[in-house]
């Protein structure tokens, strides 16, 4: 599947930049996860991302998945990510 966004960092210039991305894909290169964090099932992808779902992800620290923003929230500098993995 070819995605929105290759990376990350070209999702994270998008939502900067204005642009809407709900419904679009991108694939992330997990970084931290943090599993009972105040947000949800968070996984971090780069220093302002959070990509957050109420399940659990079945994702590690490295893996690179692809997933659709269902939602996005600009919380205190940070983008808080609803997704549902499509890979």
Not at 56 to 69: F, L, N, P
Request: hydrophobic letters at 40%; glycine letters at 10%.
């Amino acid at each position: 599947m070819k995605a929105d966004y290759d990376n990350a960092a070209a999702l994270e210039a998008a939502l900067n930049g204005g642009t809407d991305v709900v419904g679009k894909t991108a694939k992330i290169t997990c970084g931290e996860i943090i599993p009972d964090s105040a947000l949800g099932y968070n996984i971090t992808a780069g220093e302002h991302l959070n990509f957050v779902t109420e399940k659990k992800a079945k994702a590690k620290q490295g893996d690179v998945i692809t997933v659709k923003v269902t939602k996005v929230t600009d919380f205190l500098g940070s983008w808080i990510i609803a997704y549902d993995r499509v890979d």
